[in-house]
């Protein structure tokens, strides 16, 4: 009898495109990765009905979605409009109490609305918005990750992640965070699973761990 293939969605930080999961591998007899992109988002748009439209490039059911950074906040919220099997979130946040204090300054004064979005071309904004500082001179990464650059949507997720006012975590889900994380601290995450010296960008440079263990998260009850 044929094993039942377990079908994984992957959603990138902000900013970023799927190109963050390329060493992301999982046994093929078992599960089925599945790459997300962002969309442009509609005027007005609230991350709730964003979510709803992300939901029509999932075609299978009874799925596992992982997002990365604010792709950890939407597939929260994809969460909240189908089923899943399983949910997990790397490098994120699983409610608004775990935003650093500058982003909740932020979100009191309206700062993230000052953003210079229109220079969404310069890729420093954009490392400085989906990467932690301490890899800021390695522009050929930037390059190569940061791919949406389009200042409608990097006003939209600024102020979608800033302002993300979920109060209570989801249960079940599974956190993944590093230790050494620069953009969301470790010390305000609560119940996660700790990687050490692991950084923002973690999915990228500790993908060994990942495939390693997530195959084992997943198909845990």
């Known amino acids: ?118 220079l969404a071309g310069s890729i420093d904004l954009l490392a400085k918005y989906a990467f932690d500082s301490s890899i800021k001179k390695r522009m050929d990464l930037y390059k190569k990750y940061l791919s949406v650059n389009d200042s409608k949507y990097l006003s939209w997720a600024i102020k979608q992640m800033v302002c993300w006012n979920q109060d209570k975590s989801p249960q079940d889900i599974v956190h993944i965070h590093g230790d050494n994380d620069a953009v969301f601290p470790i010390k305000n995450i609560t119940n996660c699973i700790t990687i050490k010296n692991g950084t923002h960008i973690m999915i990228i440079n500790k993908y060994k761990w990942f495939n390693e263990n997530l195959p084992r998260i997943i198909l845990e009850n």
């Not at 094993?3 to 963050?20: D, S, T």
């Open 1 to 118: 009898m044929n094993e039942e293939i377990i079908h994984v969605y992957l959603m990138p930080g902000m900013a970023a495109n799927p190109i963050i999961f390329e060493h992301i591998k999982l046994p093929e007899n078992q599960f089925k990765i599945h790459l997300l992109e962002w969309m442009l988002p509609i005027n007005h748009e609230s991350i709730s009905d964003y979510a709803l439209r992300m939901t029509s490039h999932i075609k299978h059911e009874n799925i596992v979605l992982l997002g990365v950074s604010f792709g950890g906040v939407l597939v929260q919220e994809i969460s909240k409009h189908i089923r899943v099997r399983k949910l997990i979130i790397v490098s994120s946040i699983k409610s608004m109490h775990e935003l650093p204090k500058h982003m909740l300054l932020a979100k009191k004064t309206k700062a993230y609305a000052l953003v210079p979005t229109q």
